[in-house]
């Protein structure tokens, strides 16, 4: 009953319309300006990392989005009256298991796959080691990007899909538009100027996947871990001059990027194995009610977890 958590709130609607609401304009206007801007972000992107440095323009990308999660967290106890414990998980506390499993999985899923890809294709690679910067990029990751990706989920898939989830009574809706919200949030990236529309298949593909996690499993904690992993574990190991994360990572992906049906592995083929694995450790039934199903009256859910409470 993770959506029902928002009961343990005081749930007003407009406390819940104000931060996404505020979070979107912001991506708006922020695309906006991206297309009236006469330079590529490619190409701003390389002017601030010539003139910083990869390292002080990753730093600046991602504090605000860290200040983003203060903001959400401070919002949830203050504003709604609401822990932060029921905004992450039905669970009596926040399973950090759990988190570290998924981060562990996809960790290794990512080390993996970049290896396979400079085995394979070792032409397509440069080696980018270099000791200090990498050092640098390692505390920054660690410190930071968790935060950035912690904020994504606590948003959408913890704010937003609690609060649209009992306005409209049902579980589908705040799936499919936390999802196709978060995959459009992604529209100013680079990659998306690079190889163009066809690669927002993958973004939306990635927030359904979350989301699913997510209400399969009662909680935000998988998506944490899942999310968190691929933003610092894919920063460490890989970048591009064509990404949104360039770093002073292992590796750098010097070939040119070309749109293929490639994009749809891991919809397709990866996401699917993963909650194959997931519903095996942690035991998931019920895929139809947990995805589509109806969210529980205020009423109906303070019985039941008030007899649950008795028993």
Partial sequence: MY???AYKSDFRVWKYLILPTGFIGLIVLNYIAILLSPVGVE????????????NTVLVLAIVPLAIGLVIVLLWTKLVQGQSITSLTTSRAKIDWKRVLFAFLVWGIVTAMLTGVSVYLAPEDFAFNFKLGPFLILLIIGVLLLPLQTSFEEYLFRGHMMQGLGVLVKNRWVPLIVTSVLFGCMHLGNPEVEKLGYGIMLYYIGTGFFLGIITLMDEGLELALGFHAANNLVGALLLTADWTALQTDSIYRDISEPVLGWDVLIPILVIYPILLFLFSKKY???????????KVLSEESFRTLTTDETNI
């Avoid at 190409?43 to 990869?54: F, V």
């Avoid at 035991?283 to 199903?293: I, Q």
């Fill in 3 to 5: 959506i029902e958590q």
């Fill in 43 to 54: 190409d701003s992107m390389q002017q601030l990392i010539e003139a910083w440095g990869a």
């Fill in 283 to 293: 035991g998931w039934t019920s895929w139809k009610e947990r995805l589509t199903g």
